[in-house]
């Protein structure tokens, strides 16, 4: 069984599996790399423990508290917080800010990703936050301007969180100036970098992913 119960100083972003059914087990693996501190929400915990991985945090339904304490003696030292289950993902970003995490990464599924999102934007003050789908990768910006360095083809959804947000994109396939649409989608015409301004951050940049 792998295990990532070490010291850690909180540079790594965190990772929460709020809903972990359809994601590539490949891309998890992926992001577990580096020893992140790991919360799983109850949906994902036989899934997530399957594959042989350590737990630091589980979250669970109040009436089956005891019933994963059992399930969970392998998992030691793991700790295992009851709650009202519409509140896994708001008391798990809790526990992380609580412990002094700035960074989290989020897996959730399609379904639930802009519910996911709407909740998220009442932390982007205290924490720097990406959201995986099976399909998709939801970066949160903070400032105007973002800069990358992307390979030809990159396809990317640009989201304003602001009805007033104007966007200028260059090293598109177009590039464009003074954009007020809500949401852009945007494709790299080739490798090189890219550069976002949104007059109103923060917003989102989503890119497809191919696994």
């Known amino acids: 069984m792998s295990s990532h119960h070490i010291v850690r100083d909180q540079q790594e972003p965190a990772l929460i599996l709020h809903r972990l059914d359809s994601f590539p087990v490949s891309h998890l693996h ?17 899934k997530y423990t399957s594959l042989g991985h350590k ?18 003696d392998n998992q030691q030292p793991v700790k295992i917080i009851a709650i009202d289950d519409s509140h896994f993902l708001m008391t798990g ?3 992380l800010q609580k412990e ?17 999102i709407q909740l998220l934007t009442q932390w982007l003050n205290q924490l720097d936050l990406v959201v995986f789908t099976e399909k998709q990768k939801f970066l949160f910006v903070k400032n105007e301007t973002f800069k990358k360095w992307l390979p030809a083809g990159t396809r990317l959804t640009l ?51 191919d696994y």
């Open 100 to 116: 002094g995490h700035r960074a989290v990464n989020i897996i959730t599924d399609e379904a639930s990703v802009f519910d996911v």
């Open 159 to 209: 989201m304003a969180l602001s009805e007033d947000s104007r966007w200028d994109v260059v090293g598109f396939q177009e590039d464009v100036k003074a954009s007020h649409d809500q949401e852009l989608e945007v494709v790299k015409a080739k490798e090189g970098e890219a550069e976002i301004h949104c007059s109103h951050p923060p917003y989102l940049v989503v890119e497809d992913l």
């Open 55 to 72: 737990l630091d945090f589980a979250m669970v339904s109040l009436n089956r508290f005891e019933s994963w304490k059992g399930r969970l």
């Open 93 to 95: 970003l809790t526990v």
């Open 30 to 46: 992926a992001l577990l790399e580096w020893s992140p501190t790991v919360i799983c929400c109850e949906p994902g915990i036989d």
